[in-house]
Structure formats: C-alpha cells, structure tokens
C-alpha cells in the first residue's frame, strides 16, 4: 500500500527504504496508518491547513523505525509503536511550529525595520527638499513655511507678521508654485 490517505485528504508516501536504503519497519508503518487520521486532523487543528501533515509523518517513522533498531527490538514486540510515533509525530510538529514563528517574527521585524528607515530616509529627503525650497524662496515666506510647519494657523502667521492672513496665505503659495517651477514639483510644505 504505496499511499495512506482517506479519500478526500492529504497523502503521505508509504515506502519500505528510506532515502539512505534502510529499511523502514513494517510495525511503525502499520502505527503509522492507523494513526494517520488523527495526525493529519492534530496538523488541521494546529496550522488551519494539513498541507505539512505528510512530512511530519514521514520524518516520524523514519526516526521511530531507526530507533526501535537501534535498540534490535524485533518487529510487533514493542507494544509502545504507536505511542512513540506519535510523541515524535507531535515533537516535529512543534518544532515546525516553532520555527515558523521565529521565521515570521524575523520577517516582521524585518520589515518593521525596513518601514523605520524608509520613514528616516523620507524624513531626511523631506528635510533637504525643504531647505532647497528656502533657498529660493523670500524671509517672509520661509518664515510662513517654518509656521505651517509647526501647525499655527492662517491666522496667526498673518498676525505675527502683521499682514492679513488672506494675504499671507496667497503671497506664500505664489511663491511655492514659482519656487516648484524652478526646483522640481516634489515639494509640499504643507497647507
């Protein structure tokens, strides 16, 4: 019986040699079909998915068939098969577990990390954008930009400098849209 599966389930492949050419034991096999339900609906449960189920499977009775011969228990005299096979089948599914969260914890830091320097990167392209801006523009209207910038309102930019805030509003974008002419349209001091 080459695969064990229940029709409409994942499969894992039921082979008597493993990848070196030893011999799996035919009572861990045996273990391993009857067990196989309740190892793949274990994977279900824990991941959403059994998409790992027959992988787990495999390494378990590979690892429990060389086990058993390590210790020359002859095949059927082990009355504990199924009980070490699916101790190991659980011990690998934790590991995967794991591992998985350590990847994605790794991967979401990452990404954390990558999203600060981005925010620094813009941040300091921010900064320089600003200050070529400066260079081509009035005193007043650096001076109404550094005020935007620091969140105060039409109306106290045009009090401070003693003009209408009307005034101040329209003399500063007139300036902005000839100082984009000049330097590029990336800038945006804010409104």
């Known amino acids: 019986m080459p695969w064990a599966q229940e029709e409409g389930s994942s499969q894992w492949w039921d082979r008597e040699f493993d990848d070196d050419g030893i011999r799996i034991r035919a009572d861990v096999r045996q273990a391993a079909h009857d067990n196989w339900p309740v190892a793949r609906n274990r994977v279900r449960v824990v991941q959403g998915d059994t998409t790992e189920a027959a992988e787990l ?3 378990a009775v590979i690892h429990i ?3 058993l011969d390590r210790h020359h228990l002859p095949l059927f005299t082990c009355e ?3 009980s070490l096979l699916m101790l190991h089948f659980r011990q690998e599914l934790r590991r995967r577990i794991g591992k998985s969260r350590r990847t994605e914890h790794i991967t979401e830091q990452n990404s954390q990390d990558a999203v600060q320097r981005e925010n620094w990167v813009d941040k300091a392209n921010q900064r320089i954008d600003l200050q070529r801006l400066c260079l081509v523009l009035s005193r ?3 001076a109404i930009m550094g005020m935007r910038l620091l969140g ?4 106290n930019i045009g009090e401070r400098l003693g003009i209408s805030p009307y005034t101040a509003r329209n003399s500063f974008w007139r ?3 000839e ?5 590029g349209n990336r800038i945006d001091p804010g409104e």
């Open 57 to 59: 499977m495999e390494a």
């Open 65 to 67: 068939s060389h086990y």
């Open 80 to 82: 504990n098969v199924s």
């Open 140 to 142: 007043r209207s650096c």
């Open 152 to 155: 105060r309102s039409w109306e």
């Open 175 to 177: 300036e902005i849209r």
């Open 179 to 183: 100082a984009k002419g000049k330097i």
